[in-house]
């Protein structure tokens, strides 16, 4: 730890968070993953709006979206993977932080998304296994209140069975009542502050993460 804390080519990114004043020694890598494939996605743009967030604390950030999801159904007897796929894996075993965005698709998460979270599934024998140790973010975007809910709910019950740690704060967002624009900005600013709020709470977790050490290898 304090090896890697003083080694000289870390950059010292001190910052103050609501977790108190934290010093990580690299910039907090936080993947966005997500959206549709649908030209103007709404939930791209909220993920957008979230990794601004994460940006905004500190964190370098990466997104998966839209054609970069079209991945070949997980096949867990098959181990080649595609480029894409590879990306996606290699992306989420660098990541300190996760930001997941799905629409709400009869109720549930997208098949697309749910398909790349089940690559995930490839990290299973690392040594930080499947998203441990790492704060995610998730956010849902739905037409109605019925499917937002649901869908958040199940981006919960994916997160910790993946063993990561959903941040305090999550977003369910009705396109009825906020529109996204192209620009990065949200028809209502609470709900832009919220989605910020999410990713910034999923890179203060990093930092602190990283400052304690707790970005080691798993144990048991
Ligand atoms: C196949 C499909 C199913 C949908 N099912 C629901 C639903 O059950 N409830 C709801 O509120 N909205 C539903 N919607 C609306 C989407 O959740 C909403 O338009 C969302 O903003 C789409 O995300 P996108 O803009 O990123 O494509 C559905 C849309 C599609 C295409």
């Known amino acids: 730890m304090t090896e890697f804390l003083h080694s000289a080519l870390d950059l010292d990114r001190s910052r103050t968070s609501s977790l108190g004043r934290v010093t990580a020694t690299r910039a907090i890598r936080v993947l966005g993953l997500g959206g549709s494939l649908r030209d103007g996605s ?9 990794l601004a967030g994460a940006e905004e ?5 990466t997104a998966i ?3 970069a999801l079209r991945l070949p159904f997980y096949d867990a007897g098959d181990s080649d993977r595609t480029e894409r796929a590879s990306r996606l894996v290699e992306a ?6 996760i930001l997941v965005v799905s629409p709400g698709y ?9 398909n790349a979270l089940d690559y995930v599934e490839d990290l299973r024998h690392d040594a930080r296994p499947y998203l441990h140790g790492r704060a995610v973010g998730l956010i849902s975007v739905a037409h109605g209140w019925q499917a937002a809910v649901t869908t ?4 919960r019950t994916i997160a910790h069975a993946l063993r990561g740690w959903p941040t305090p704060l999550g977003g369910a967002v009705n396109t009825a009542e906020v529109k ?3 620009a990065g900005g949200a028809s209502e600013q609470k709900v832009e502050n919220t989605l910020r709020l999410i ?22």
């Not at 958040?152 to 981006?155: A, I, R, T, W, Y």
């Not at 990713?199 to 048991?220: C, I, N, S, T, W």
């Open 42 to 50: 709404q939930s791209e743009r909220a993920l957008r709006i979230a």
């Open 152 to 155: 958040l709910n199940q981006l």
């Open 106 to 114: 009869h109720g549930a998460l997208s098949g697309l998304v749910k």
């Open 65 to 67: 979206t839209g054609e």
């Open 199 to 220: 990713g910034r709470q999923v890179a203060e977790f990093g930092h602190a993460q990283l400052a304690a050490g707790f970005d080691r290898p798993a144990e048991g």
């Open 92 to 97: 989420v075993r660098q990541a300190d932080g």
């Open 180 to 182: 996204f624009d192209e």
């Open 57 to 61: 604390a500190g964190a370098s950030t």
